[in-house]
C-alpha cells in the first residue's frame, strides 16, 4: 500500500505548507536525509490552542497536546512531501523532536510527543520507528504549545 493510500484510509490529508514566517525553508535535503523545520500544529492557517501544557486551569490539557503534536507531524509530512515529491520515497523515519510549552510543574513531554511518534507508526509501519528527543520549554513561537520537526531517510 502507498503511503498516499495509507493517508487517506486514516483519513488524513496532508495540508498545504505555509510561508515560512522566517528567514529558513520549512524542509531541506541533505544526502539521503529530509530535514524539517519545526512544524506548529496549524490548521487552517491558525493554532487551535495557544499556552503552556500541564494540568489546572487556564493550560492546555495534556491528551489535547498530544493532539496538537500529531497535528505537527503531519504539518512535517507535508513540508517533506513538498521537497521529495513523494512520501513514497521515505524509507526510514530517523528522529523526532518535539518541544512543549511546558507548565514548570508538568513532566509529562513524552506523552504529548507520543502523539507525532504513534502517527508515524501508523504511516510508515516499522519504518516509522525512530529515535526521539521530547523536550520541555518556556514558551514556542506564536505561544503554540508544540512544535514538532523531523529527520526522514529516503532513497
Avoid: C, W
Avoid at 36 to 59: E, S
Avoid at 83 to 101: I, N, P, Q
Amino acid at each position: 500500500m502507498s503511503i498516499a493510500e495509507t493517508l487517506a484510509r486514516l483519513e488524513i490529508v496532508l495540508p498545504e505548507v505555509p510561508a515560512p514566517a522566517g528567514a529558513y525553508v520549512p524542509a531541506v535535503i541533505s544526502g539521503s536525509y529530509v530535514h524539517t523545520a519545526g512544524q506548529l500544529p496549524f490548521v487552517g492557517g491558525a493554532l487551535p490552542a495557544l499556552g503552556k501544557v500541564g494540568v489546572g486551569d487556564g493550560l492546555v490539557a495534556p491528551k489535547e497536546a498530544k493532539t496538537l503534536a500529531r497535528t505537527a507531524a503531519i504539518n512535517a509530512l507535508a513540508a517533506a512531501a513538498s521537497v521529495l515529491g513523494s512520501l513514497d520515497r521515505v524509507t526510514r523515519v530517523v528522529k523526532v523532536v518535539g518541544f512543549v510549552a511546558s507548565d514548570p510543574s508538568f513532566t509529562g513531554q513524552p506523552g504529548v510527543v507520543n502523539g507525532a511518534s504513534e502517527l508515524l507508526g501508523d504511516v510508515f509501519g516499522a519504518a516509522g520507528a525512530h529515535a526521539r528527543s521530547a523536550v520541555g520549554v518556556a514558551v514556542l513561537p506564536l505561544d503554540s504549545p508544540v512544535e514538532i520537526e523531523l529527520v526522514l531517510e529516503f532513497h
